[in-house]
């Protein structure tokens, strides 16, 4: 007899043990993202100089590899908890591979302007910023781009909550399913007051306002708070079910 799977430490259990063509596809749209973040994509360094120069872009480089790593895992997961494969599942995930592949852009021109400022110019950007309305439309492009994909998370999961009669979803993992909702909700809540900050800037402001737009990324920490919420209740909610699973198996015991 096959033991019953195992709840992973998220409070779903594996559904999507198989790698469907859909997953395959998407990990290969990641991969592609990630060659489009090359350091030098279009040549190899042909002397030192050069070389030195692409390396300056390693900072900008890795922390774009790991936001678009974060994005990867975030389907993976999906994939994992939920095993869709059906007609709306696809459509979404098409979108949103598409829209990583856009991100890719603003993703690494904000880190690279980032980088460029506070080294000094010891960093280059590779994307200049001569005005501020230069620096308003690198804002509010990767805001746009950043709350397309937060959307598509939210649309991923209420597909999983539609479903969630037909694959079996538990209380346990509803609950850890409204956990993974009210994230994606702070995520583009973020990306919407970053995007209304950079829509707000203007010359007369302090210097210190053109920085904002990136400075309220810092409030997706809140998720950790949403998470540690969650988890406490999916934890108590498992605790009631070990105590109801244990006195069911004492009073057969007695029996």
Same mark, same amino acid.
């Given at each position: 007899?096959?033991?019953?799977?195992?709840?992973?430490?998220?409070? @779903? @259990?594996?559904?999507?043990?198989?790698? *469907?063509?859909?997953?395959? @596809?998407?990990?290969?749209?990641?991969?592609?993202?990630?060659?489009?973040?090359?350091?030098?994509?279009?040549?190899?360094?042909?002397?030192?100089?050069?070389?030195?120069?692409?390396?300056?872009?390693?900072?900008?480089?890795?922390?774009?590899?790991?936001?678009?790593?974060?994005?990867?895992?975030?389907?993976?997961?999906?994939?994992?908890?939920?095993?869709?494969?059906?007609?709306?599942? *696809?459509?979404?995930?098409?979108?949103?591979?598409?829209?990583?592949?856009?991100?890719?852009?603003?993703?690494?021109?904000?880190?690279?302007?980032?980088?460029?400022?506070?080294?000094?110019?010891?960093?280059?950007?590779?994307?200049?910023?001569?005005?501020?309305?230069?620096?308003?439309?690198?804002?509010?492009?990767?805001?746009?781009?950043?709350?397309?994909?937060?959307?598509?998370?939210?649309?991923?999961?209420?597909?999983?909550?539609?479903?969630?009669?037909?694959?079996?979803?538990?209380?346990?993992?509803?609950?850890?399913?409204?956990?993974?909702?009210?994230?994606?909700?702070?995520?583009?809540?973020?990306?919407?007051?970053?995007?209304?900050?950079?829509?707000?800037?203007?010359?007369?402001?302090?210097?210190?306002?053109?920085?904002?737009?990136?400075?309220?990324?810092?409030?997706?920490?809140?998720?950790?708070?949403?998470?540690?919420?969650?988890?406490?209740?999916?934890?108590?909610?498992?605790?009631?079910?070990?105590?109801?699973?244990?006195?069911?198996?004492?009073?057969?015991?007695?029996?």
């Amino acid at each position: 007899m096959r033991a019953a799977p195992a709840r992973r430490g998220d409070g @779903f @259990f594996e559904r999507g043990d198989q790698v *469907t063509r859909l997953e395959a @596809f998407v990990d290969a749209a990641f991969a592609f993202a990630v060659t489009l973040l090359a350091i030098s994509i279009d040549s190899v360094p042909a002397n030192r100089d050069e070389l030195i120069l692409a390396l300056k872009g390693v900072p900008a480089f890795a922390c774009s590899f790991a936001v678009i790593c974060l994005f990867w895992w975030q389907h993976n997961r999906w994939s994992r908890r939920y095993g869709l494969d059906d007609g709306p599942s *696809t459509f979404i995930s098409l979108i949103y591979v598409g829209l990583v592949l856009v991100y890719v852009y603003p993703l690494k021109s904000l880190f690279s302007s980032m980088w460029d400022w506070l080294s000094g110019g010891f960093l280059p950007s590779s994307y200049q910023v001569q005005s501020l309305e230069d620096l308003r439309w690198m804002f509010a492009f990767y805001a746009v781009t950043f709350i397309s994909l937060g959307l598509m998370l939210v649309l991923l999961d209420y597909r999983g909550w539609r479903q969630r009669d037909a694959i079996g979803l538990d209380g346990i993992e509803r609950l850890a399913l409204r956990r993974e909702l009210w994230t994606h909700a702070v995520t583009i809540g973020v990306g919407a007051a970053s995007l209304l900050a950079a829509l707000s800037m203007q010359n007369d402001r302090p210097v210190w306002t053109y920085s904002l737009p990136g400075v309220l990324y810092s409030l997706l920490t809140v998720n950790w708070f949403v998470t540690v919420h969650f988890q406490r209740r999916i934890a108590r909610l498992q605790q009631a079910g070990d105590d109801v699973a244990s006195a069911t198996s004492s009073n057969h015991a007695l029996d």
